[in-house]
């Protein structure tokens, strides 16, 4: 048995009953779990398999208590665990009526199915995914016009293919032959943050794939993607004349090379 809590004390206790195998989940993924709710006497509060359906949330998120937030992470798939977590982990002095009593330590058998990241895209539709590895700080992500300056390294099947940093405007990617995944995922990122990003083909180099990169076609790639710092762009509310001017012509230069992307694109998928 070990002590998991991030605090190490011994709020969440862990007993490992079935080994689980590969990584294990990051804060912001979506988990998918059995489990089982019992107080120390045995009786059972609460259980995912008396409704034959797995439980989903995104860890260390706040959606669940405190013990599974910190208790969850450590967790691999195919791993069957028992967490015990003392009240403060738990529901505290006020319980969870009529089933859990106040200052309540509860143990919780979980089985881990499965865990995936945040799915970056606007259509979800798997394209982007995103799992923080280092958290970022502050409150905002970087907005479309933003100045960004990133770091990565991309690699596909286990080979790093490529490592470099640029500073661009989002948005305008493709000028620096970013990929749209990564411009993306960092729609989503705070200042600071790494991620592990899983670009699927469709927004990477679809199905011609980059001879230069030796990626092959409809490659799915890797990232690991740094957001060292960005400088928010201005709302047009906020700007001078000039400045109307000046983004005024930067859209269109934008508009024209984001037309001409998606034409090549469909090209390529055709």
């Known amino acids: 048995m070990v002590d998991v809590s991030k605090a190490q004390d011994g709020g969440i206790i862990k007993k490992i009953l079935t080994e689980g195998a590969?990584?294990?989940?990051?804060?912001?993924?979506?988990?998918?779990?059995?489990?089982?709710?019992?107080?120390?006497d045995g009786?059972?509060?609460?259980?995912?398999?008396?409704?034959?359906?797995?439980?989903?949330?995104?860890?260390?998120?706040?959606?669940?208590i405190k013990g599974w937030d910190e208790g969850i992470v450590t967790m691999k798939r195919g791993e069957v665990a028992i967490l015990t977590c003392k009240p403060e982990y738990a529901y505290g002095a006020s319980g969870s009526p009529p089933k859990i009593p106040p200052n309540s330590t509860l143990e919780f058998e979980v089985e881990m199915?499965?865990?995936?990241?945040?799915?970056?895209?606007?259509?979800?539709?798997?394209?982007?995914?995103?799992?923080?590895?280092?958290?970022?700080?502050?409150?905002?992500?970087?907005?479309?016009?933003?100045?960004?300056?990133?770091?990565?390294?991309m690699s596909h099947m286990d080979r790093e293919l490529e490592k470099r940093s640029a500073e661009f405007i989002l948005g305008d990617g493709?000028?620096?032959?970013?990929?749209?995944?990564?411009?993306?995922a960092l729609l989503k990122m705070k200042k600071g943050e790494t991620a592990k990003v899983t670009v699927k083909s469709l927004y990477a180099y679809g199905n011609v794939g980059n001879a230069?990169?030796?990626?092959?076609?409809?490659?799915?790639?890797?990232?690991?993607?740094?957001?060292?710092?960005?400088?928010?762009?201005?709302?047009?509310?906020?700007?001078?004349?000039?400045?109307?001017i000046k983004f005024a012509e930067q859209v269109k230069q934008w508009y024209q090379r984001r037309v001409r992307g998606h034409a090549c694109i469909f090209i390529l998928q055709s």
């Open 22 to 40: 590969g990584d294990t989940p990051s804060t912001g993924n979506e988990v998918s779990v059995h489990y089982t709710g019992r107080l120390l």
């Open 43 to 64: 009786s059972v509060f609460d259980s995912s398999k008396d409704r034959d359906q797995l439980f989903k949330f995104k860890v260390g998120t706040g959606q669940v």
């Open 113 to 153: 199915h499965d865990f995936y990241g945040e799915d970056c895209t606007e259509s979800s539709d798997g394209g982007v995914l995103k799992s923080t590895t280092v958290a970022g700080t502050g409150l905002s992500n970087p907005r479309e016009g933003a100045t960004v300056k990133i770091s990565w390294v």
């Open 174 to 184: 493709a000028a620096h032959d970013i990929v749209p995944g990564i411009e993306t």
């Open 212 to 244: 230069e990169l030796a990626v092959p076609g409809a490659a799915d790639l890797t990232y690991l993607l740094t957001l060292e710092s960005f400088e928010q762009a201005k709302y047009k509310y906020e700007m001078d004349g000039a400045e109307k």
